[in-house]
């Protein structure tokens, strides 16, 4: 059975099945342009683009075929030295939905926040990323919720695709598993565990003014959590209303794990983030649960992010990797850890207590 489900994902990763599947999709967002009204509230989908030539096509017909009729879409040229610029070109004199803003290279957050200065009459706004893409419905799925409801933001389950196969994000089941309208972040603590950008939907009303980090890498984790906090209430849409695209080894900057600069712009984040949460549990604007569980996720996801990288990064690496988890866990109980997941768990744990041998030998261990 193993080797059965093998051969299928490898089916479904590469070859016929994902060329014909894609052709199909192609001709559906082809088709299903909609009709324009300017009745309906009007959608700024913000993409920044930087050489991704290979992706960047289906990014944006995934956009302009959600089939809803008052939508604008920012592609914002991050300096591409590809082809990117190329295709965005040709789309765009076919659509004139699509504007282009050609900036010199900049990085994504500083990509973000051109597109955000740019929008200048809108009522709802949406990040999306150019090698990813919008599943059927997204956008109406959206506009419904936060039209039937107060709430300033939406966020939707987030997905993830290999070729023609389509999975959740691991962690997330209980985040997403109903709809909800004008929840507090107390009833749902586990959200401050999803901080991407590019599931978060929201008024513009709420989002004008604010701005990514600029030059550092995972910029969205504190401008989101900030925005999460400042809500009053949040909405859900448990229908998956994002496809992330699971990229090579080495291409997705989520692989850059085992930088120097990359641990230390992570950990940056996160002790903005753990001060922020700490300044609102202290004023009552949020229970201790929420910050008990980005504690959890910190264990889970962040620090095991870097965790294996330290069989064979250097001393400076884990030193670095070491204060960072004993500062910021050390709220962190026997509740939280038992809470957490994840194969390297036990070797956050270690590298917070023990030495670099002690962490590389359970490391070791763990590859048996």
């Known amino acids: ?175 997403y598993a109903k709809d909800r309208r004008e929840a507090s972040i107390n009833e749902i603590p586990d959200v401050v565990g999803d901080l991407t950008a590019w599931n978060k939907f929201f008024r513009w009303d709420f989002y004008k003014g604010s701005k990514f980090p600029e030059g550092i890498r995972y910029e969205d984790m504190t401008l989101m959590m900030k925005l999460l906090l400042k809500a009053p209430t949040i909405d859900v849409v448990s229908a998956r209303q994002y496809a992330w695209r699971v990229r090579g080894e080495g291409e997705s900057l989520s692989k850059m794990t085992s930088e120097l600069k990359s641990l230390n712009d992570r950990v940056g984040s996160m002790r903005e983030i753990v001060a922020m949460l700490k300044k609102s549990v202290k004023s009552g604007r949020i229970d201790e649960s929420v910050y008990r569980g980005y504690l959890s996720r910190a264990i889970t996801l962040d620090f095991q992010l870097f965790a294996p990288a330290i069989e064979e990064a250097n001393l400076t690496f884990f030193a670095t990797f070491k204060l960072a988890a004993s500062e910021l866990l050390k709220d962190a109980d026997s509740e939280v850890w038992a809470s957490a997941s994840g194969r390297y768990k036990d070797i956050v744990f270690e590298a917070m207590k023990g030495s670099r041998a002690s962490t590389v030998r359970r490391l070791q261990e763990s590859h048996r």
């Open 1 to 175: 059975m193993r080797e059965v489900k093998r051969l299928v994902r490898r089916a479904l990763a590469r070859g016929v099945v994902p060329a014909c599947y894609y052709a199909v999709k192609r001709t559906i967002w082809r088709l299903n342009r909609g009709k324009q009204s300017s009745l309906l509230p009007k959608v700024t989908v913000i993409l920044p683009v930087y050489n991704v030539e290979a992706f960047v096509a289906d990014a944006v017909h995934s956009i302009l075929g959600q089939g809803y009729g008052n939508l604008e879409v920012i592609a914002v040229n991050d300096g591409a030295t590809d082809g990117s610029l190329s295709i965005l070109e040709a789309i765009a004199k076919r659509d004139s939905r699509l504007k282009i803003h050609t900036k010199p290279n900049g990085g994504l957050g500083a990509a973000r926040n051109t597109g955000a200065a740019l929008v200048k009459d809108t009522d709802y706004l949406l990040f999306v990323d150019s090698d990813d893409v919008l599943p059927l419905g997204t956008i109406k799925r959206y506009v419904d919720a936060l039209e039937n409801s107060s709430s300033p933001v939406a966020i939707g389950r987030p997905g993830c695709f290999y070729g023609a196969r389509y999975f959740d994000r691991p962690g997330f089941k209980s985040t």
